[in-house]
């Protein structure tokens, strides 16, 4: 069994900054890919950002030069810098895993994170 933990979403002004973490636990024995997901009232999940094992990152043209993504091995966490914040992030974020273990290949998602950013 794997879990992912988010934690660090919360109500900012436009302009300001967060920081999300995502905490991967349980019968790991290596993490591939790594991914930050939102979505917002009434659309449709889409991706933010990823990471894969080598720390290649991918972005949404949306938050490109905006947002970090970044990872923790040793830890087995993700974490999602996200600075220059405007009114249209605020979504509920996921984090989103792919990892192996004892039963193989899964994919794991976290129970999400509410970001909030007010003009």
């Known amino acids: 069994q794997v879990d992912l933990v988010e934690s660090g979403g919360g109500l900012v002004q436009a302009g300001g900054s967060l920081r999300l973490s995502c905490a991967a636990s349980?019968?790991?024995?290596?993490?591939?890919?790594m991914s930050w997901y939102r979505q917002a009232p009434g659309s449709k999940r889409e991706l933010v950002a990823g990471i894969n094992s080598g720390g290649n990152t991918n972005y949404a043209d949306s938050v490109k030069g905006r947002f970090t993504i970044s990872r923790d091995n040793a830890k087995n966490t993700v974490y999602l810098q996200m600075n220059s914040l405007k009114p249209e992030d605020t979504a509920v974020y996921y984090c989103?895993?792919?990892?192996?273990?004892?039963?193989?290949?899964?994919?794991?998602w976290g129970q999400g994170t509410l970001v909030t950013v007010s003009s």
């Open positions: 989103n895993s792919n990892v192996y273990g004892p039963d193989g290949h899964l994919e794991v």
């Open positions: 349980g019968s790991i024995f290596s993490i591939n890919a």
